[in-house]
């Protein structure tokens, strides 16, 4: 009787782990070839930052350019499978990885990015300027 008694607490012991291992498996089963859902967040909210106070923008299709508070130019633009953040053109910063296209477009109320990954995957995200809001354009 102990011993049925041992084997079902080991049993449940088992079975009940299974709902704090299972999302860590599933969290590592995700599509190896797409930009993480965390990255993707972490690196639009930098960039939204960079953007918002920015004082003047220039974009080709595929890089942007972005001039902030300093008069510095912060360079965003794809390398290799990466997007890369550069200030001045000194140093690279890998914002995100695993990129196959990305576009830039500049809108009337700051700037519109919009990326691939190599999953296929298409994702966008507009940026707001301060400017935007000051003159009243956020809602365009």
Request: glycine share 4%.
């Amino acid at each position: 009787m102990l011993n049925l008694l041992f084997s079902l607490f080991v049993t449940f012991m088992i079975t009940s782990s299974f709902t704090i291992i299972l999302p860590l498996i599933l969290i590592n089963l995700n599509n190896s070839s797409d930009i993480h859902p965390l990255e993707w967040s972490l690196a639009t909210k930098q960039m939204s930052k960079d953007i918002f106070e920015a004082k003047g923008i220039s974009t080709i299709s595929y890089a942007a350019i972005v001039k902030n508070k300093n008069n510095q130019q912060i360079l965003f633009q794809r390398s290799g499978t990466f997007l890369r953040r550069s200030v001045e053109a000194a140093g690279n910063e890998y914002v995100i990885k695993k990129v196959k296209d990305v576009k830039f477009t500049k809108i009337p109320k700051g700037l519109k990015m919009e990326v691939t990954s190599l999953s296929g995957r298409k994702r966008q995200v507009s940026f707001p300027t301060l400017e935007s809001f000051e003159r009243g354009k956020i809602d365009e």
